[in-house]
C-alpha cells in the first residue's frame, strides 16, 4: 500500500530490498489453495522499479519462487503453466531498464548454521556488474559449516514438539524420522542432545 514516489519525496534510491511474503510458494505448504493477494505481493517490486527506480533491486525468496505460475480456478497452482508469471516478473523488470540475474544459495555457506537454500534475485539499473559473493564456509573454505546445535541453549526448558494441541502435518513427520534416521540411527557418532 506504500507509494514509493510519497516515501522518497524526490530522493534517489540506491537499494531496495523485498522480501515478499513465501507461505504459497513453499513447499512446506502443502496442497492449499493460494491467496492471490498474498501470492503477487512481488509485483509491488516492478511498482518501485518503474516509479522511483532504485539503482539496485534484491528479492529474497524460497526456491520454489521461480515456479510461480498462473492459479487454477480452484486456487491451486498450475503446474502446466510453472514458471510463467516469474518470467514474466523478469521480463518486466527487464522493461524498466533493469539487468536481472537470480541465484539459489544455501545458508550455510555463508556461515549461517542452516542447510536452506534461498533464492536471491539482484536488478541493476545502473550499469554496473551484478557482483555475487563467494561462499566462505564449507570444505575447503575459511571456515567449516556451522550447526544449528552450537547456537541452542540447551539448558533452557521446552516443550516437546510432539505434544502440540494440533499434531504435526504428515510430512512434517516423516521429515523428522528422515532426520532421525540420517543423524542419530545411522551414523557412527550419532547427535543426540
Known sequence: DVDPRKVCQGRRVALAWFSPDCKHFSKAKGGKPVEKKIRGLAWVVIRWASTVKPRVICLENVEEFRTWGPLNPDGTPDRSRKGETFEAW????????????????????????????????????????????????????????????????????????????????????????????????????PFIA
Open 90 to 189: 523478469t521480463a518486466k523488470l527487464r522493461s524498466c531498464g533493469y539487468q536481472v540475474e537470480a541465484r539459489e544459495l544455501r545458508a550455510c555457506d555463508f556461515g549461517a548454521p542452516t542447510t536452506r537454500k534461498r533464492l536471491f534475485v539482484i536488478a541493476r539499473c545502473d550499469g554496473e556488474p551484478i557482483e555475487w559473493p563467494e561462499p566462505t564456509h564449507g570444505p575447503g573454505r575459511q571456515g567449516p559449516h556451522r550447526t544449528a546445535a552450537e547456537c541452542i541453549q540447551w539448558d533452557i526448558p521446552a516443550p516437546s514438539i510432539f505434544e502440540r494441541k494440533k499434531p504435526l502435518a504428515e510430512k512434517t513427520m516423516r521429515r523428522i524420522a528422515r532426520g532421525v534416521q540420517r543423524y542419530t540411527v545411522e551414523p557412527d557418532d
